[in-house]
Structures are given as C-alpha cells and as structure tokens.
Nanobody, 125 residues
Framework: QVQLVESGGGLVQAGGSLRLSCVASGRTFSSYRMGWFRQAPGKEREFVAHITWSGEITYYADSVKGRFTISRDNGKNTVYLRMNSLKPEDTAVYYC??????????????????WGQGTQVTVSS
C-alpha cells in the first residue's frame, strides 16, 4: 500500500505557472505507475497526465498537452506536475493517484487504487 500527499497548489494569474508535488510513502514507489487527475466545481474528475514506472513514457489529456509536464524522481518518492500557461479553466482540485495493476486504462480513475487528498489550484483571469 502507498500513501500520497500533494502540495504546491495555490492562486495564480492566467498565463502563470505552478509545480505540484506528490510524495509517496509505503511500498516501493518505483513499482507504481502514477497519474494526475483534477476535479472542477460541479464537474466529474478528469484525467490530466500519466507516467510509467521509470518515467520513460508519459500521456496527457488533450486540454493540457504542450502546457503541462509530468515527471517523477524515484529517489525522492515524488511525482511532479509542472503547469505552464495556466488558464482559468485549469481551476480545480488536483489529485495524484497510483496504480500497481497489471492492466491499466491510464485515463480511467478506476485504474488507480491509491489517491491523495488533493490540492487546490485557482487561476484568475
């Protein structure tokens, strides 16, 4: 089992940047594929980004491609989400998630067994 704690959220103006961090504790971090999801008020939680065990392969939602970068440091048990060129529509609670399943639909929250508590990102226009 793994415990996840996000940080780095806050209030930023449109066009600005933030870097979210998610620190994992428990089982070996490198055995998990990691994802970031977000949930805006009144909307369902949606996929943002995914990264494989060693960080060699990443996937992004079309809405963030080219602006967000997911990365990980297995030595620090941490996954990051660098967010550039932020837009008001990026406002949401951002969650990191971990999966150790053999088969993963990386865009589906049902593929992830472990979740952090979330961190709020607010982008003002």
């Amino acid at each position: 089992q793994v415990q996840l704690v996000e940080s780095g959220g806050g209030l930023v103006q449109a066009g600005g940047s933030l870097r979210l961090s998610c620190v994992a504790s428990g089982r070996t971090f490198s055995s998990y594929r990691m994802g970031w999801f977000r949930q805006a008020p009144g909307k369902e939680r949606e996929f943002v980004a995914h990264i494989t065990w060693s960080g060699e392969i990443t996937y992004y939602a079309d809405s963030v491609k080219g602006r967000f970068t997911i990365s990980r440091d297995n030595g620090k048990n941490t996954v990051y989400l660098r967010m550039n060129s932020l837009k008001p529509e990026d406002t949401a609670v951002y969650y990191c998630a971990a999966t150790d399943s053999g088969f993963v639909i990386y865009t589906s929250e049902r593929s992830y067994q472990y979740w952090g508590q979330g961190t709020q990102v607010t982008v003002s226009s």
